[in-house]
């Protein structure tokens, strides 16, 4: 029954633990999807606000110049403002949900698909404005953008032309007049027309040819501008439509949207991961109720620790032990034993604890010292409490079955060491363990280095025996000396 | 008969509650300043080619 009653009492620490550790896996799930409430809610503000009211990159200048739509604004403002804040609720709130009742694929889906969307809408803009910005700014761009695109019309015959068309008139006004010499003028006319319309035909072919080349120049200059302002993309992007041959945009649209589903993909986890610790924190606590039962049935008496399922750290000044009376009087005959061996009484054999015996204040534990005064010192201890307990094998034993009597210091830093409050190595836990006994220890011991270096050395040792750690076998100097194994 | 008095070289143990053990005493002292095991240490003699362990369990389980 006692023996029961141990093995109980350690399962209900052990419980207690487990449950203090999925509480601070909570937590940390539960901070990390307030961080991913306060990027969404960036994201979506951005999307909102870019969407109906102005692009962000020169928010000011555009201000500037509207400043006369202030009520246009405000109003496009506080919509962005509650879209942000209504959708990004929206999904935190779902998220949580999502942990404690479980959802469909296709809510998750639509809820992940929002997100994505903006995201994407967000990223590529902007990656489009970092790229024009980065394009703008270099100087080859600014080199094509400045170049002047002369065209030469080639030869002017306009003049020549003209001089052509004086002489044609002329020689037809003669031919109209002539009486001799008609034949002369009549080839003299043909042969001006004939000249006339081939500088006609030679000017228009030339001017065809001189708009032509221009709109080519504009075409390749308006083109190298691109290729530059496309060659400032990342790299990655490049990459893509290289790849895939596509366009250095649908590239952009395809690396944000990755991007985008990574985050999206990383937000859902995270209600999944919050939805099995609460899960695995449910079925702990419900372990600990059975455990706690099943204790009562053993013991006959409720285990009444201060560690409660709300709250399962005790302040490390306590000695949890003592607190636990009810822990105490599972050890029935341990609590007897002085009474048993200074009367010798039978009474020492009864089996179980009675109500009345859970108020006897601390029983002696067989030899065993409770610690009822805090921070008792060696020095206070008289050498009978050793040298009267000195047994020889098999000669002398405890007359009672002890029992473990409280976690101390020692079992509080591995619980640190377990959820990250402190390190498995030399320095933090010597720091641990000079924060826990500064205010305990007063007068010359608290400067002790030494001593609180034997401590951490202690620490070490034992938490090397149970396996918990051990030395690192490549160990070098800046690297870690110690693993934690447990 | 007295061959059956021989004296074993023995060994002086440091042991707490929950089983735990070390052979120094100052060690032993220090923990218990700080509570580090939840009780004060117990003290037993024990032969040098005991298995401490087992003995100490054995201690704490009559």
Wanted: with cysteine; charged share 20%.
């Amino acid at each position: 029954m006692n023996t029961n009653a141990y093995r109980l009492g350690q399962l209900i620490v052990l419980e207690q633990n487990k449950i203090a550790d999925a509480k601070a896996g909570i937590a940390y799930v539960k901070l990390a999807l307030s961080f991913a409430f306060i990027t969404t809610w960036i994201l979506y503000f951005i999307f909102a606000f870019s969407f109906y009211v102005a692009d962000l990159w020169g928010i000011s200048t555009w201000l500037t110049e509207n400043t006369s739509e202030l009520v246009a604004f405000a109003l496009f403002l506080t919509m962005a403002l509650l879209m942000a804040q209504t959708l990004s609720m929206i999904k935190h709130a779902f998220y949580h949900h999502k942990a404690a009742f479980k959802y469909g694929l296709f809510a998750v889906l639509l809820i992940c698909s929002l997100g994505v969307f903006m995201e994407l809408f967000n990223s590529s803009s902007q990656q489009q404005t970092i790229a024009h910005q980065s394009a703008e700014k270099s100087k080859t761009f600014d080199s094509v953008a400045n170049t002047q695109i002369s065209i030469d019309r080639g030869a002017n015959s306009s003049n020549r032309i003209a001089y052509l068309s004086g002489e044609l008139a002329k020689a037809r006004e003669y031919l109209n007049g002539c009486k001799k010499t008609c034949k002369t003028y009549q080839v003299k006319v043909a042969d001006l027309t004939a000249q006339i319309e081939a500088l006609q035909a030679g000017q228009a072919q030339a001017n065809e040819i001189a708009s032509l080349a221009s709109t080519n120049a504009i075409k390749a200059k308006t083109e190298a501008m691109s290729a530059l302002k496309e060659d400032a993309h990342k790299p990655i992007f490049k990459f893509i439509r290289d790849a895939l041959g596509v366009g250095i945009s649908t590239a952009v649209v395809i690396i944000a949207c990755l991007v985008s589903i990574g985050f999206e993909y990383s937000h859902a986890l995270l209600s999944r991961m919050l939805g099995e610790k609460l899960s695995y924190l449910e079925s702990l606590q419900n372990g600990l109720v059975k455990l706690k039962t099943d204790y009562l049935q053993a013991a006959g008496t409720e285990y009444g620790s201060s560690e409660l399922i709300d709250a399962p750290e005790l302040p490390v000044s306590s000695f949890k032990y003592q607190q636990a009376a009810p822990f105490v009087s599972g050890f029935v005959s341990f609590k007897n034993a002085p009474k048993s061996r200074a009367q010798g009484s039978a009474k020492s054999s009864d089996p179980l604890p009675t109500p009345k015996e859970q108020q006897l204040p601390f029983p002696d534990f067989g030899g065993f010292k409770a610690r009822r005064d805090t921070w008792a010192t060696p020095e206070l201890e008289t050498e009978a409490t050793t040298s009267n307990h000195q047994l020889g094998v098999h000669e002398e034993k405890p007359q009672q079955p002890p029992a473990r009597g409280s976690m101390g210091l020692y079992d509080d830093w591995v619980q640190a060491v377990k959820i990250g409050e402190c390190k498995p190595s030399v320095d933090p836990t010597w720091s641990w363990i000079q924060k826990r006994i500064s205010n305990k220890e007063t007068g010359e011991r608290t400067p002790d280095r030494t001593r609180i270096s034997a401590m951490q050395k202690a620490f070490f040792s034992r938490a090397m025996k149970e396996g918990l750690m051990i030395e690192n076998p490549n160990y070098r100097n800046g690297g870690k000396k110690y693993l934690w194994t447990a | 008969m007295d061959s059956l008095n021989t004296q074993q070289p023995t060994q002086t143990i440091y042991y707490w509650l929950d089983g735990y053990w070390v052979k120094d005493k100052e060690e032993a002292e220090l923990m218990d300043s700080i509570n580090a095991f939840g009780s004060l240490h117990q003290v037993v003699e024990l032969p040098l080619n005991a298995d401490i362990d087992r003995e100490i369990q054995h201690l704490l389980k009559v």
